[in-house]
């Protein structure tokens, strides 16, 4: 059964970082592709960040060259470190991951990730 569980989130003023860690557990095989999702309420799901298992990442606008997301594959963990944060960044954000290669087009949208985490909520102040 796989199972992710995300930690590190937590209330930070605008400009400063936080680094968000997903540990995942049961997955079958390593081609795994994995991402980061936030959401705030009233508004849709926004993929953030995803890697495939090659560690070819992808980024949304939003958050390029803020947010860097990797990989420690001996400890199953999945990292988002987010720098620069804005209170537009507030929102809870959820690890998600799924089989296989899914390439650029298709590595930001939610159907593409059959398994989620739970979420770890940001709270950026200005």
């Known amino acids: 059964q796989v199972q992710l569980v995300e930690s590190g989130g937590g209330s930070v003023q605008a400009g400063g970082s936080l680094r968000l860690s997903c540990v995942a557990s049961?997955?079958?095989?390593?081609?795994?592709?994995m991402g980061w999702f936030r959401q705030t309420p009233g508004k849709e799901r926004e993929g953030v960040a995803a890697?495939?298992?090659?560690?070819?990442?992808g980024y949304a606008d939003s958050v390029q060259g803020r947010f860097s997301i990797s990989k420690d594959i001996a400890k199953k963990t999945l990292y988002l470190q987010m720098n620069s944060l804005k209170p537009e960044d507030t929102a809870m954000y959820y690890c998600?991951?799924?089989?296989?290669?899914?390439?650029?087009?298709?590595?930001?949208?939610?159907?593409?990730?059959?398994?989620w985490g739970q979420g770890t909520q940001v709270t950026v102040s200005s």
């Open positions: 890697i495939e298992y090659d560690d070819t990442a």
């Open positions: 998600a991951a799924g089989y296989g290669w899914i390439g650029s087009r298709r590595r930001l949208l939610g159907s593409e990730y059959a398994y």
């Open positions: 049961g997955f079958t095989s390593s081609t795994v592709h």
